[in-house]
RNA sequence: GGACCUGUGGUGCAGCCUGGAGUGCACGCCGGCCUGUCAAGCCGGAGGUCGCGGGUUCAAAUCCCGUCAGGUCCGCCA
C-alpha cells in the first residue's frame, strides 16, 4: 500500500528531506522540506501550524505567524525535526511523533483556493475534479493509484524480460483495416484523400514480429478504439500486448500467469495461488458467463436430473438450472416480484422461486405441481437448506444459464475492493459466435484464430461447434485479457476464411501484407493482451478505470481539462485536404460567460454514415 | 441510436412529489480573537442567471416540453 521506494530516496535540489519520511530517528536535524500546504491551524500571532503535504506525505510545521500562508501554497520550509511534546502526536499521520520547530518558511509558489478540497474526506462531482485534473492528482487518491499503476507496469516488464521477451515499439500510424472495433482515422497531409489509423491494437504488427524472427515479444501498447465509452472503457486503453513463436497454448498461459502474480504480488505483498483453468462450457454452465467472478459461491445447478419425468410443462425444457440464494427464503413477495421480472427482461421466459421451509419443504407457486420425489430431489441437488431461496429457470441453455448467472451477480456479486483477487483461465472458446446479416458466420475472437486441433474435421460440417485455441484471463468478474494461438498455416486459413465469407481476393485486399508474409515462413506463434486499466483497477479497488488513469475523457469522449476535441482551424484542414460537414444543427450552445466552461465546443463529428474505414 | 439517474453560492447536500420572497445545513473563502492544534476552536461577514431555452400559472428551483453537460447501462467494443 505505501510505496516505500521514496524513503531510500536521496532528496536532491531544493529539500533535503521528504515530508512523509521523517521520523523520530531525525530528531535534531535540521532539514529543508518542499510542498503543498496542506491544512494550518493558527493559535494567534506567533502559532501556527502548518501541514505540508508532498508525495510521501504530511508533516506538521511550526510555525510562527503564519498570517499570509494559504491552503495549497508551494512552500520550502527549513527547521529542526524534533519530537512532539507529551500527549500530542498524531498517529493518522506517519510522521505523526515528530514535527519540525523553528521553521523558516519561503513561499516558492502562491496560489488562489483550490475549487474543490483535496481532502480525502470530501466527495467532489467527477467532472469538477477532471476539469481540475492536475489539482485532483495531488490527492492521496490518485497519487496511491497512478503509483500503484506504474508498480504494476515495472513489475510486469521484469516478468516479461525474465521470460526472454524482448521489448518492440509498433507504429501509431497503421494502416486502416476493415475489420474489428471502429478506428480513429488520421489524415495524411502528404497524400489527400488518404489517411492513417491508429491502432486499436499491434495485432497484425506483432505477428508480423513473429515473422521476423523476434521470437519473443512484448510492449506496454497503448490502443485507440472509437467506440462508445463505459466505467471500463476508454478511447485509448493500455495493453500488456505478448506474442511469442514455437509455443502452445499452455505456454502463452505460463508466460501470462507469471507476469500479472508477480504484478498483483508487486501490489499486494502476497503470493498468487495457481490460477484456475476451466472451459468456455464450464464456465457457462457453472456461472453463467464466460467472465466468472470466483469470490463468492452460488454457483447454478443443473436440475435436469431432478426434475426428469415432472408433470410440470416448463421443466420439460433442454434445461433447467437453478441457483440457490442463501437465507433469502423470508424475501417479501414484492422482492421476489421484482427477481421474475428481472428474469423477463434478461430474457427468460420466466422465473420459478421457491422457499424452502423447516423439514425441506418448499413453498412456492408450482409446489402443487411437483411430486414430494421431485421436491426432495431440488432440495438434495441444490443443497438448499431452510430458510434459502432457489431460484430455477428453463429454457434453450445458453440463455439459462446467463439470466441466472446475472441474478447470481446481481444478489450476490461483493465489491470490487473486496479481496482476494481470483484470476481464471476460460479455454475453448468457440470459433464462431453467430451470422452477420449476409448469413456468414461472425469470428469469436479474430479470423487469424487457430482452430481446436480435435474439431479441424468439423470446419465445414458443423462450424459452429468447432472450438478455437483462444483463452480469456478473468480476474473478479472483469474480463483483463484475451489472446490465442494464431493460424501459421495458409491451408488452415484459407478454410477458415471460407467459412467466414472471405474470398480470396477480399483476404488479399485486406490482410495481404499479413497473408504475403506468411508465404516467407512463419512460425507457429499465439500472444495475449493483457487490459491494463481494468487490470489496476481491480488492483485498486476502484470500480472505474477513470480513476487509474491521469487524463481520461468523459462519457462523452471529452476532455474536461483540455477542451478536446475541438474544432481545428481553417488552414490547418486546408493543409489537410479535409472539408468539414456541418452536422446541421445551426445553433451552437455557445460560449456562456463562464470563462470556465468547456462545453462543447461544437460537434463537427460526421454523419452518420458508414465511416472513414467502410471500404 | 436507445433507457435511466443527476444538475441549487467555490465544494457537498436538503428544498422539488404537494408552486407562494433564494429558505436551510455542513465545508471552504474573507475579517477579528486565540501559544499545542491536527478536518483546531469562538465571533462576524461576503458569496446565487436554482445548467440553458420555451411553456402552463396571478406566481416556477418546484409542474410540462425541448436542449446541454456529467454518470450508469443497452446497442457497439473482430
Redesign the pocket.
Known amino acids: 500500500m505505501s510505496f516505500t521506494t521514496d524513503e531510500s530516496l536521496v532528496p536532491a535540489g531544493l529539500r533535503t528531506a521528504y515530508c512523509g519520511a521523517l521520523r523520530t530517528g531525525d530528531t535534531g536535524r535540521t532539514v529543508s522540506v518542499c510542498g503543498w500546504v ?10 501556527a ?1 502548518v ?1 505540508l503535504r508532498d508525495h510521501t506525505g504530511i508533516i ?1 510545521c ?1 510555525v ?1 505567524g503564519a ?1 499570509d500562508l ?2 495549497e501554497q508551494v512552500l520550502r520550509v527549513t527547521g529542526t525535526v524534533r519530537p ?2 507529551e ?4 498517529p ?2 506517519s510522521t ?1 511523533e515528530v ?1 519540525l ?1 523553528e521553521c523558516e518558511v519561503e513561499v516558492l509558489s502562491t496560489a488562489e ?5 483535496l ?1 480525502a ?8 475534479r ?1 476539469r481540475y485534473r492536475y489539482l485532483d492528482l495531488r490527492t492521496d487518491r490518485m497519487q496511491h493509484n497512478l503509483r500503484l499503476r506504474a508498480q504494476v507496469n515495472s513489475a510486469l516488464r521484469r516478468a516479461m524480460e525474465r521470460q526472454g521477451f524482448v521489448e518492440v515499439e509498433t507504429p501509431m500510424l497503421w494502416t486502416p ?1 476493415p ?4 478506428e480513429f482515422a488520421i489524415p495524411s497531409r502528404l497524400q489527400h484523400g488518404s489517411f492513417y489509423v491508429l491502432p ?2 499491434p ?2 504488427a506483432k505477428q508480423l514480429l513473429m515473422v521476423g524472427g523476434l521470437d519473443r515479444y512484448y510492449q506496454i501498447a497503448r490502443c485507440m ?1 472509437d ?7 476508454q478511447f485509448e486503453f493500455t495493453q500488456l500486448d505478448i506474442e511469442a513463436s514455437f509455443v502452445g497454448q499452455a505456454e502463452v498461459l505460463g508466460f501470462v500467469s507469471e507476469a500479472v502474480s508477480e504484478a498483483a504480488f508487486a501490489v499486494t505483498g502476497e503470493q498468487q495461488p495457481e490460477i484456475v483453468t476451466m472451459t468456455w462450457n464450464q464456465a457457462l454452465d457453472r456461472f453463467g458467463t464466460d467472465k466468472p467472478d470466483l469470490r463468492f459461491g452460488m454457483e447454478l445447478v443443473d436440475l435436469g436430473d431432478a426434475v426428469a419425468g415432472s408433470e410440470l410443462n416448463v421443466f420439460k425444457a433442454a434445461c433447467v438450472r437453478a441457483v440457490r440464494v442463501p437465507s433469502a427464503g423470508e424475501w417479501p413477495r414484492s422482492r421476489l416480484d421484482a427477481l421474475v421480472e428481472r428474469a423477463l427482461e434478461l430474457g427468460a421466459a420466466g422465473l420459478v422461486w421457491m422457499r424452502v421451509r423447516a423439514e425441506r419443504v418448499l413453498e412456492s407457486p408450482v409446489a402443487k405441481f411437483l411430486s414430494e420425489a421431485h421436491q426432495r430431489q431440488i432440495v438434495a441437488a441444490t443443497y438448499a437448506d431452510p430458510g434459502d431461496l432457489v431460484l430455477v429457470v428453463a429454457g434453450e441453455r445458453e440463455r439459462t444459464c446467463k439470466v441466472l448467472g446475472q441474478l447470481r451477480l446481481d444478489l450476490g456479486q461483493p465489491a470490487v475492493s473486496e479481496r482476494p483477487l481470483c484470476f481464471a483461465w476460460i479455454t475453448e472458446f468457440p470459433l464462431f ?1 453467430g451470422m452477420d446479416d449476409d448469413g456468414h458466420l ?7 484464430t487457430m482452430p481446436h486441433p480435435d474439431d479441424l474435421d468439423l470446419l465445414e460440417t458443423d462450424p459452429m461447434a468447432v472450438r478455437s485455441q483462444s483463452y480469456d484471463l478473468v480476474l473478479n468478474g472483469w474480463e483483463l485479457g484475451s489472446g490465442s494461438i494464431r493460424i501459421h498455416r495458409a491451408d488452415i486459413q484459407r478454410r477458415v476464411f471460407k467459412a467466414l465469407g472471405v474470398s480470396d481476393e477480399d483476404a488479399e485486399s485486406r490482410f495481404g501484407f499479413l497473408l504475403g508474409a506468411f508465404r516467407y515462413g512463419a512460425p507457429p506463434h499465439g500472444g495475449f493482451a493483457v487490459g491494463l486499466d481494468r487490470f489496476v483497477a481491480l488492483l485498486a479497488g476502484e ?2 478505470i ?1 480513476e487509474v488513469i491521469a487524463y ?7 476532455d ?1 481539462m483540455s477542451g478536446a476535441p475541438r474544432p481545428l482551424a481553417d488552414r490547418q484542414l486546408a493543409e489537410l485536404g479535409i472539408r468539414v460537414v456541418p452536422t446541421g ?1 445551426p445553433g451552437r ?1 455557445g460560449s ?3 470563462p470556465r ?1 468547456l ?2 465546443p461544437g ?1 463537427a463529428g460526421s454523419p ?1 454514415a458508414p465511416g472513414p474505414s467502410g471500404a
Open positions: 496542506a491544512r494550518r491551524r493558527e493559535h494567534g500571532e506567533h502559532l501550524f501541514d506538521q511550526v510562527d498570517r494559504r491552503s512532539r511534546p500527549g500530542t502526536a498524531n493518522a499521520l505523526g514535527e520547530g483556493p483550490p475549487p474543490f478540497s481532502d474526506r470530501s466527495e467532489t462531482d467527477e467532472a469538477v477532471l483495416t475489420e474489428g472495433a471502429r486499436q491494437s495485432q497484425i478504439r467506440e462508445d465509452l463505459r466505467a471500463d472503457r459466435e461472425v469470428a469469436a475472437h479474430h479470423p487469424f470500480d472505474n477513470r481520461p475523457k468523459t462519457q462523452s469522449g471529452a474536461l444543427a450552445p456562456t460567460g463562464s466552461s462545453g462543447s460537434a452518420g
